[in-house]
């Protein structure tokens, strides 16, 4: 059993997070949400910002897409804000306002996976619960000296089960911090510091000298490369934005794109893009090329500068024109800000 050196370290090393001071359901709630594929150095600010505006679930349950998703700006994967704001509405309509307790009941709020579940039954109500994630399955792939790679179902179900069975009878939520902090200061992914480590004494890697080479994985695929024609529409004093409506960047604010179908046509794209909205094109302009690298992909966007002759009204839900410093206000994505500031040049985005 490893719980007691491990939430005896936890006791002396732990860090002070903001999600920490002043803990509550909704506090952990809203932190695990965030957390989802993010590093705590990136989050911490986006928390304190989000609870300041959002204080209770009942303000978050009351809030917009658009005010949510403006506050999610350049933290990524922003289903997981429009998620987080339905799953305080499903809160408020049928559970009183009152978080549920139970994983089973987590797990029928919207962007509620088991790992978020388990998180948030365990910190906030000391469940008996296990929650697998990148850390807590790295040092649990580490002490076990598993073989199997860990991105199979089967090996993810048997290191939960593993888990599981090390959640001691108090402190549930201690124990779950606890193996996370301990696989984000200590046993890290490159260069673990088994020397400092409080369950050095029963792992089977360090034992076996593998500890650097667990966990293993499958091998992966090569990211694809995605190529877009992107527009920035100008008046001269202001920029025409649209709202995404599908992919992992859906409800954010962006530039008009399409697919890049080769430099030939690019212009031309650009031109349809623009004329698609309404307005009338006075000229069009190249102005270079973004890159980006999301997770599943690398994104090449050409950019061209589109004058317009008049900016006629293009009055739309899922369109406007914005003013410098405009952006602060929407949702935006980072690769959306980057294309904005080549588009415009003097900006300031
Ligand atoms: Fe990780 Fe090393 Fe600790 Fe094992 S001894 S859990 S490999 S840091």
Not at 10 to 29: H, I, N
Not at 83 to 112: C, K, M
Not at 251 to 278: F, I, M, Q
Request: some cysteine; glycine content about 8%.
């Amino acid at each position: 059993m490893i719980a007691r050196a491990l939430l005896r370290w936890y006791d002396r090393s732990k860090r002070d997070l903001p999600w920490r001071r002043d803990p509550s359901a909704y506090r952990t709630l809203v932190s695990e949400f965030m957390l989802q594929q993010t590093v705590v150095a990136t989050v911490e600010p986006y928390f304190a910002r989000f609870v300041a505006r959002f204080p209770d679930v009942a303000s978050l349950a009351a809030a917009s897409d658009d005010e949510v998703t403006a506050l999610w700006s350049g933290l990524g994967y922003y289903a997981r804000a429009r998620n987080l704001r339905r799953a305080a509405a499903a809160i408020v309509a049928e559970h009183g306002g009152a978080i549920p307790a139970s994983e089973a009941a987590l797990r029928t709020l919207p962007g509620i996976g088991p790992y978020t579940a388990a998180a948030v039954a365990a910190i906030a109500f000391d469940a008996r619960a296990f929650a697998l994630d990148g850390n807590t399955m790295r040092v649990l792939a580490r002490l076990t000296g598993e073989r199997r790679p860990v991105d199979v179902p089967a090996t993810r179900a048997a290191l939960h089960a593993r888990g599981l069975a090390e959640v001691p009878r108090r402190r549930a939520g201690d124990f779950n911090q606890a193996l996370m902090e301990l696989g984000a200061l200590v046993c890290t992914p490159r260069s673990p510091r088994c020397e400092i480590c409080p369950l050095a004494g029963g792992c089977r890697a360090r034992a076996e000298g593998r500890a650097a080479s667990l966990p293993r994985k499958r091998p992966r695929a090569e990211r694809p490369i995605v190529r877009v024609v992107c527009a920035c529409i100008t008046d001269g004093a202001r920029v025409l934005v649209v709202k995404r409506p599908r992919g992992l960047l859906a409800g954010t604010w962006a530039l008009p794109e399409a697919v890049d179908r080769g430099a030939g046509t690019r212009p031309a794209v650009a031109r349809r893009l623009a004329e698609a909205t309404g307005v009338s094109v006075a000229g069009v302009s190249y102005r270079g090329a973004v890159r980006h690298v999301f997770t599943h992909r690398d994104v090449t966007a050409e950019l061209f500068r589109v004058e317009v002759a008049a900016s006629g009204p293009v009055a739309a839900a899922d369109r406007r024109w914005i003013a410098p410093g405009g952006l602060a206000a929407l949702g935006v994505s980072s690769f959306a800000r980057k294309t904005v500031a080549l588009g415009v040049g003097r900006w300031k985005t």
